[in-house]
């Protein structure tokens, strides 16, 4: 039972333009949003995060959206660049923070020249 | 500022021997959180520690363990290894049970034959 989900293997754009990534989940417990985007060869990096009480949060060219009814979240990348390249995991925790982080499978984002 | 280090980087064992993964936290960290991340999967919780005593559990079977020094390094142990045991072990080190977002290490790649 896959409690956060990432439909989307694989996502690829170009330099510029805006890179979408989505996540949804089922467990209405959920109350802390996080991305984290992975190298080869190298562990997870925090990306931003979102609480339930929010419904967007924004740093720099990286924005969250949190749609609480449909139990979606998005993240958008803009302007997006090459080294933007990496796997991107959504997660989600029910403790506010960052305990206990259930992560869906990862989208594969490549950034083309 | 030391970020989290793992070792060994690679491990091969055979069905049934037990494994041994080490961790060394962020400095100022005193919270060391375990994950699994088999191939095309996200990961998925083992534990987390929290000033030397375990604070919540995955789900994972007792034959995984893990320990919490006074330093806040940490270990990871896996007894009777399974096939399925093969996959990327990451730790996470992050402030007071996940009040700062978690900060990993390049984990240990584990290799069950």
């Not at chain 1, 979102?50 to 998005?74: M, P």
């Amino acid at each position: 039972d896959q409690q956060v989900k990432q439909n989307s293997p694989s996502l690829s754009v170009q330099e510029g333009r805006i890179s979408i990534l989505n996540c949804d989940y089922t467990n209405s417990m959920f109350d802390y949003f996080l991305w984290y985007k992975k190298y080869p060869a190298e562990g997870p990096t925090f990306l931003i995060s979102i609480s339930s009480i929010k419904d967007k949060n924004e740093d720099g060219r990286f924005t969250v959206f949190l749609n609480k009814s449909a139990k979606h979240l998005s993240l958008h990348i803009v302007p997006s660049q090459p080294g933007d390249s990496a796997v991107y995991f959504c997660a989600a925790s029910e403790q506010g923070g960052s305990e206990k982080l259930v992560f869906g499978k990862g989208t594969k984002l490549t950034v083309n020249p | 500022e030391t970020g989290v280090t793992q070792s060994p980087t690679h491990l091969i064992k055979t069905r049934g021997q037990q494994v041994t993964l080490r961790c060394s936290s962020q400095s100022g960290h005193n919270t060391v959180s375990w994950y699994q991340q088999a191939l095309g999967q996200g990961p998925q919780f083992i534990f987390q520690y929290y000033r030397e005593e375990e604070n919540g559990r995955g789900n994972f079977p007792p034959r995984f363990s893990g320990l919490q020094f006074p330093n806040y390094s940490s270990e990871l142990n896996v007894n009777a290894l399974e096939l399925d045991d093969s996959a990327l072990y990451l730790c996470a080190s992050s402030l007071d049970r996940g009040l700062s977002p978690l900060h990993f290490g390049n984990g240990t790649r584990l290799t069950v034959t």
